[in-house]
């Protein structure tokens, strides 16, 4: 269990050795995707972190955590975002984060000793299968993936569905399924439920680990696409109420939206440094660096102040949420998701562009970070839903009633 409470201050920087001096080196690794060197070098860090207090830092501290404030874990994630690396190996990555959270929210205590407490010991990892490759995403009702119970009231339950994107679903325990419950209920929001799926049971099947942008993928660093086929769970496997999945879903989102953004403001803070370092060392003639041109300036410039921007409203989401709730802070959260992926999005490509030939390389974190996170405008809501979210809150003062 963690001691008393340190300075956030000193948890900070701790956290930036760890990325400056264990896991930067290991990123060349990560980029040549050599897994089997790769996962056992982590899972030692992992063993480091544990010792320094580092792990699991948002859990409370019966979970093995530091009971950090959101706010306070939107700081850490920062610093851990500076590296791909840098949030498994403190043990608070998505998709588990969230799952943990749901677990801790929703789970009976049965379902906590089973899948909660060794979750959070970091002894097993999980997935999230929502999303389905035959329907939009982008509107979560549509649902194709069914959940019925055999045998009435107390019965097994019994999955069919094809869902695709399950972040880390190779080498998982478990699935959190979204799947419809109750197709008949007036509410469309009211229809799905949320399951624990072992992934051992019957009729479970991980087809394939999706490529993305030329990397296979592999464990944690994979999205997979999954089979359901007359999956049989036993009845104490439903997640919360039953109909009760969206209303989850969206509290599960809140949280993890800051995850993300921080996430993604210490990846554009890594490549604003690699598009500094860069500047200031590469010529165009004997004592004129790429910094002495204007445009490069600019870029610099114009990334300082997003990222500054995209901080400061993180900030203010994060804190509305530790002090109201998630519900109340939704438009914030709208707001950050697309603000801060665009934020990240331009700062990556002007790191590439500084870098020349070697931007597009895999010789710098910058390719990976371009090809993994262009993603960050889709998943976890598309940047057009979430900007939809946001000009309805600011339309509703002006009599304007938009649907999304
Ligand atoms: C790297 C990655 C990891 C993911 N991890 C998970 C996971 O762990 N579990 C999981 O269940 N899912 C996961 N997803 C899936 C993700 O949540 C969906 O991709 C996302 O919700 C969008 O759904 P879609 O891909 O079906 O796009 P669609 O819904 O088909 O939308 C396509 C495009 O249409 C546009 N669009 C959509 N809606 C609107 C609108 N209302 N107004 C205007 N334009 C619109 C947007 O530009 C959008 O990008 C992941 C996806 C990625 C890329």
Redesign the pocket.
């Known amino acids: 269990m963690a001691g008393p409470r340190r300075p956030l201050d000193e948890t900070l920087r701790q956290a930036r050795s760890l990325v400056e001096d264990e896991l930067v080196p290991l990123e060349p690794l990560l980029l040549a995707e050599r897994f089997d060197e790769l996962e056992p070098a982590l899972e030692r860090v992992r063993r480091r972190v544990r010792e320094a207090g580092l792990w699991a830092p948002y859990l409370p501290k019966d979970l093995g955590g530091s009971g950090l404030a959101l706010a306070d874990f939107a700081r850490l994630s920062e610093e851990l975002g500076r590296s791909p690396l840098g949030h498994y190996a403190c043990h608070c990555q ?2 588990d984060v969230g799952n943990l959270e749901l677990l801790m929210l929703h789970g009976s205590e049965a379902q906590k000793e089973r899948w909660l407490r060794p979750l959070a010991r970091g002894e097993i990892r999980s ?5 389905e490759p035959e ?5 979560p009702v549509h649902l194709a993936t069914t959940a019925r119970r055999d045998g009435g009231d107390g019965g097994d339950w019994v999955i069919d569905g094809h ?1 695709w ?4 679903a190779d080498g998982a325990a478990f699935a959190v399924v ?1 799947a419809t419950t109750d197709p008949e209920a007036p509410h469309p929001y009211r229809r799905a439920s949320m399951l624990l799926v072992p992934t051992v049971a019957p009729g479970f099947r991980l087809v394939r680990n999706l490529p ?1 942008m030329g990397d296979a993928g592999r464990g944690w660093f994979s ?1 997979g696409e999954l089979r359901f086929e007359e999956c049989r769970v036993p009845a104490e496997n439903l997640l919360g109420p039953q109909g009760g999945g969206f209303a989850l879903a969206q509290e599960r989102l809140g949280p993890g939206r800051i995850h993300h953004t921080m996430r993604w403001i210490g990846l554009a803070e890594r490549a604003l440094h690699e598009m500094c370092s860069r500047a200031a060392t590469r010529e165009l003639a004997p004592g004129r660096p790429l910094a002495s041109r204007q445009a490069v300036q600019h870029w610099i410039a114009e990334s300082r102040a997003e990222i500054d921007a995209a901080r400061l409203l993180v900030l203010e989401a994060a804190r509305k949420i530790d002090r109201e709730g998630a519900p109340a802070a939704r438009v914030e959260v709208s707001a950050i998701k697309f603000f801060v992926a665009g934020v990240l999005d331009r700062v990556v490509d002007r790191a590439i562009q500084v870098h020349g030939a070697l931007g597009v390389t895999d010789l710098t974190v910058l390719s990976y970070v371009y090809r ?1 996170e262009r ?1 960050a405008r ?8 979430h900007k ?1 979210v946001v000009a309805r809150r600011v339309l509703k003062d002006y009599g304007v009633e938009i649907e ?1």
């Open positions: 998505a998709p997935c999230f299968a929502m999303t329907h939009a995403g982008s509107n869902k994107f399950a972040s880390s979204m993305v999205h993994h993603a889709i998943y976890d809501g598309p940047d057009e839903v939809s999304i």
